[in-house]
C-alpha cells in the first residue's frame, strides 16, 4: 500500500510563490505517473500539471508558464513550483501518483494541501 504525504501550502499575496511537495512511501513494484489536482470551493477538482517516469510534462493552460513539475525518483517525491500566484490559484491541492503493484495499475491521492492566495 502506497502513502502520501504533502506539505508546502499556505497563504501568500499575489505575485508571490510556494513549493508544495509530495512524497510516497510504501513497499510497491513501481511508480508511473505523478501529477497535482485543484479543487477550488464550489468547483470540481481540475489537473494542474503531471509528469511520467521520463520527465515528460503535462500542465493546464491556466497555470503554463506559471507552474513546474518536477520529480525526484530517488525520493519518491514530486513537486510542484508555483511562481506569480494569482487569487484565482486559490484552492486545495491534491498530490496524485499513479504505480503498478501486481496484478493491476492503481492510484492514490494525497489528503489535499490549501494554498490561498491573497489580493
Known amino acids: 500500500q502506497l502513502q502520501l504525504v504533502e506539505s508546502g501550502g499556505g497563504l501568500v499575496q499575489a505575485g508571490g510563490s510556494l513549493r508544495l511537495s509530495c512524497a510516497a512511501s510504501g513497499s510497491i513494484f513501481s511508480y508511473n505517473a505523478m501529477g497535482w489536482y485543484r479543487q477550488a470551493p464550489g468547483k470540481q477538482r481540475e489537473l494542474v500539471a503531471t509528469i511520467d517516469t521520463g520527465g515528460s510534462t503535462n500542465y493546464a493552460d491556466s497555470v503554463k508558464g506559471r507552474f513546474t513539475i518536477s520529480r525526484d525518483n530517488a525520493k519518491n517525491t514530486v513537486y510542484l513550483q508555483m511562481n506569480s500566484l494569482k487569487p484565482e490559484d486559490t484552492a486545495v491541492y491534491y498530490c496524485?501518483?499513479?504505480?503498478?503493484?501486481?496484478?493491476?495499475?492503481?492510484?492514490?491521492w494525497g489528503q489535499g494541501t490549501l494554498v490561498t492566495v491573497s489580493s
Open positions: 496524485n501518483v499513479k504505480y503498478y503493484n501486481p496484478p493491476g495499475d492503481l492510484e492514490v
